[in-house]
C-alpha cells in the first residue's frame, strides 16, 4: 500500500513539475498577451514579468558575461548584458546575444543603425545573482542615478518556448509509449534491430532533453 502511495505521490509532483514548466513557459512567451509602451512615468522597475517595448536609440558594448556550467565541466549557456538608452532617455539594462550590439548600433559613437531607433520587444525579469553585483558596478560608471534592478530579456520567447517543450515532451513520449506499447513495439527484443533502433532513438532523447533542461534552468 505504501509504495502505491509512493508511485501516486511521485506522479503529481511529476505532474506538477511539467504543469508548472509548461504555465510559466506560456507566461514568458507572452502567450494571449500584447507587449504594451513603456510608458513616461514608467520604468521597467514597474513592469517586471510584463512584456514591453521600447525605442532605443543608444547602447553599450556587453558590460557583463556571466558563464553558466555543470559541476563547473560542462558548459551549460552564457549571457551577455548590455546598457542602452531609449528616445525619451531612461536608463535600461538588457540581455542579449553576443553580437546584439555589432549588428544594431554604429562602433564610433554607439548610436543606433536605424536612424529612427531600434524598437525592441523584451520581458522584464528581475536581476540577481553574478549578473546584478557586475551590472550595479558598471553602472556607477554611466550615471550615479542609475541603479539596475531589473533587465530586459531580448529573448525570454526563446526561453518560454523551452520551458513549453520541457514539459509537453514527456507527456508526448508517455502517449507514443502507449501506442508502441499496444502496436507490440516495446516487447521486441533488445538485440534485434528494431530494438536497438528503439534504444538508440531512446538514449539520444534522453541527453537532448536533459541539455534542453540545464540550458534552459541555467539561462531563466
Given at each position: 500500500m505504501k509504495d502505491v502511495i509512493g508511485a501516486i505521490l511521485g506522479c503529481l509532483v511529476i505532474v506538477g513539475l511539467l504543469g508548472c514548466a509548461i504555465f510559466f513557459g506560456g507566461r514568458m512567451m507572452g502567450i494571449?498577451?500584447?507587449?504594451?509602451?513603456?510608458?513616461?512615468?514608467?520604468?521597467?522597475?514597474?513592469?517586471?514579468?510584463?512584456?514591453?517595448?521600447?525605442?532605443?536609440?543608444?547602447?553599450?558594448?556587453?558590460?557583463?558575461?556571466?558563464?553558466?556550467?555543470?559541476?563547473?565541466?560542462?558548459?551549460?549557456?552564457?549571457?551577455?548584458?548590455?546598457?542602452?538608452?531609449t528616445d525619451d532617455y531612461?536608463?535600461?539594462?538588457?540581455?542579449?546575444?553576443?553580437?546584439?550590439?555589432?549588428?544594431?548600433f554604429n562602433e564610433e559613437d554607439y548610436s543606433s543603425k536605424n536612424p529612427d531607433g531600434l524598437k525592441v520587444k523584451a520581458y522584464v525579469r528581475e536581476l540577481n545573482g553574478d549578473a546584478e553585483i557586475i551590472c550595479k558596478k558598471e553602472a556607477k560608471s554611466v550615471s550615479t542615478a542609475f541603479n539596475p534592478t531589473v533587465y530586459?530579456?531580448?529573448?525570454?520567447?526563446?526561453?518560454?518556448?523551452?520551458?513549453?517543450?520541457?514539459?509537453?515532451?514527456?507527456?508526448?513520449l508517455c502517449i507514443v509509449g502507449v501506442i508502441l506499447h499496444k502496436a507490440g513495439v516495446l516487447n521486441?527484443?533488445?538485440?534485434?534491430?528494431?530494438?536497438?533502433a528503439f534504444m538508440i532513438v531512446l538514449i539520444v532523447s534522453f541527453f537532448a532533453y536533459a541539455a534542453l533542461m540545464l540550458h534552459t534552468f541555467a539561462m531563466i
Amino acid at each position: 500500500m505504501k509504495d502505491v502511495i509512493g508511485a501516486i505521490l511521485g506522479c503529481l509532483v511529476i505532474v506538477g513539475l511539467l504543469g508548472c514548466a509548461i504555465f510559466f513557459g506560456g507566461r514568458m512567451m507572452g502567450i494571449g498577451k500584447d507587449p504594451h509602451e513603456l510608458g513616461k512615468a514608467q520604468t521597467p522597475a514597474d513592469c517586471k514579468t510584463e512584456w514591453i517595448t521600447v525605442n532605443i536609440v543608444s547602447a553599450s558594448k556587453p558590460v557583463c558575461e556571466i558563464k553558466h556550467s555543470m559541476s563547473y565541466v560542462i558548459p551549460t549557456g552564457k549571457e551577455y548584458y548590455f546598457f542602452a538608452i531609449t528616445d525619451d532617455y531612461k536608463l535600461l539594462t538588457i540581455r542579449a546575444e553576443k553580437d546584439w550590439f555589432e549588428k544594431n548600433f554604429n562602433e564610433e559613437d554607439y548610436s543606433s543603425k536605424n536612424p529612427d531607433g531600434l524598437k525592441v520587444k523584451a520581458y522584464v525579469r528581475e536581476l540577481n545573482g553574478d549578473a546584478e553585483i557586475i551590472c550595479k558596478k558598471e553602472a556607477k560608471s554611466v550615471s550615479t542615478a542609475f541603479n539596475p534592478t531589473v533587465y530586459l530579456d531580448i529573448h525570454a520567447d526563446r526561453y518560454g518556448l523551452y520551458l513549453l517543450l520541457i514539459g509537453v515532451i514527456p507527456i508526448i513520449l508517455c502517449i507514443v509509449g502507449v501506442i508502441l506499447h499496444k502496436a507490440g513495439v516495446l516487447n521486441t527484443q533488445l538485440d534485434s534491430s528494431v530494438g536497438k533502433a528503439f534504444m538508440i532513438v531512446l538514449i539520444v532523447s534522453f541527453f537532448a532533453y536533459a541539455a534542453l533542461m540545464l540550458h534552459t534552468f541555467a539561462m531563466i
